[in-house]
Nanobody, 121 residues
């Protein structure tokens, strides 16, 4: 599976962005998908994950209620809708594909290249 993330950019605090991650490979729909982020000088952290069916979602406490993860298996794409953005959301965001238990333990079989989100105050 190859992953290509897009949609990052510069936004003011309180604004919104939607990240997309396009996957290639016939096994996309069999993997859970996740988003992680890494701010400068910090470790990569889990943001959100979604099961292969899209039936269950998981979020870090820091983004719960503001971010929504979704997927379209027909388009081999996973999304991260980010609302009410805060300066502390500034980071490089990575998409990932793996069994759910790996994602929830901050691990993954496959990683996208990352897209930068900058939130100005």
């Amino acid at each position: 599976v190859q992953l290509q993330a897009s949609g990052g950019g510069l936004v003011q605090a309180g604004g919104s962005l939607r990240l997309s991650c396009a996957a290639s490979g016939r096994t996309f729909s069999s993997y859970a998908m996740g988003w992680f982020r890494q701010a400068p000088g910090k470790e990569r952290e889990f943001v959100a994950a979604i099961t292969w069916s899209g039936g269950s979602t998981y979020y870090a406490d820091s983004v719960k209620g503001r971010f929504t993860i979704s997927r379209d298996n027909a388009k081999n794409t996973v999304y991260l809708q980010m609302n009410s953005l805060k300066p502390e959301d500034t980071a490089v965001y990575y998409c990932a594909a793996a069994p759910l238990e790996l994602l929830l333990n901050r691990l993954s079989n496959y990683w996208g290249q990352g897209t930068l989100v900058t939130v100005s105050s």
